[in-house]
């Protein structure tokens, strides 16, 4: 099948979820997760696979045991598509990530380093400024309240240095494409916007053999 949007049910599922988030709500309507969620997100990973990689949609239930919040299901699906690349729809409307949100100690110390480089550095100040000028908004996850130790607190790049993890965002409102296949080209054209942003994080911060904290 061919993607083509997420109907107005899907939406009606999340906004029933968030009011009653129950085993009794999720089992008398579990097909429509199935139909008119599950399907189109699959179908959308599965078309952008060939492009940008594997796809993995994330299990619909709720990991509780350190959350102080007992409700058992996730009010929005999520997928990564490839190694730096998250789709995610709830009832606010469609969002979409790029980068990696967590960073371990030496993927952290890698990045720092790249940043603090007056040629990388400067590198990544371009094309964070790029990516912004574009739509998406960029996030730095667990930023630090001053400059990490061993950098001055005046450098350039602070910001950046503070941060230790780094992602693009942007979110899409409910509005009536949703329901259309012209949706795959949000997330297309959002994809290929932080294509150099996921370019230097992975010949700068990532391990050769794999991503540990990709989006």
Avoid: C
Wanted: glycine content about 8%.
């Amino acid at each position: 099948m061919t993607f083509s949007g997420w109907p107005e049910e899907a939406l009606d599922f999340y906004d029933g979820l968030a009011a009653d988030n129950s085993k009794t709500y999720w089992t008398e309507n579990k097909a429509v997760y199935t139909d008119k969620i599950l399907k189109p997100m699959t179908e959308l990973t599965e078309e952008l696979a060939e492009e940008f990689g594997e796809p993995k949609i994330f299990r619909p239930y709720r990991d509780v045991r350190f959350s102080a919040d007992k409700s058992p299901y996730k009010t929005h699906i999520g997928a990564t598509v490839g190694e730096m690349l998250y789709i995610q729809l709830s009832a606010e409307g469609l969002g979409a990530g790029a980068g990696m949100w967590h960073l371990e100690s030496d993927q952290l110390a890698r990045y720092r380093e790249a940043v603090a480089d007056d040629k990388t550095g400067a590198e990544l100040e371009r094309i964070t400024a790029a990516v912004e000028r574009a739509g998406p908004s960029i996030h730095g996850h667990g930023a630090l309240k001053s400059a990490p130790r061993g950098y001055a607190a005046d450098h350039p790049r602070v910001t950046l240095l503070r941060y230790k993890g780094l992602t693009a965002w942007q979110q899409w409102p409910v509005e009536a494409w949703l329901e259309t296949a012209s949706a795959k080209d949000r997330i297309l054209t959002f994809f290929r916007t932080t294509s150099l942003l996921r370019s230097w994080l992975a010949e700068n911060v990532r391990e050769l053999t794999k991503i540990k904290g990709g989006i």
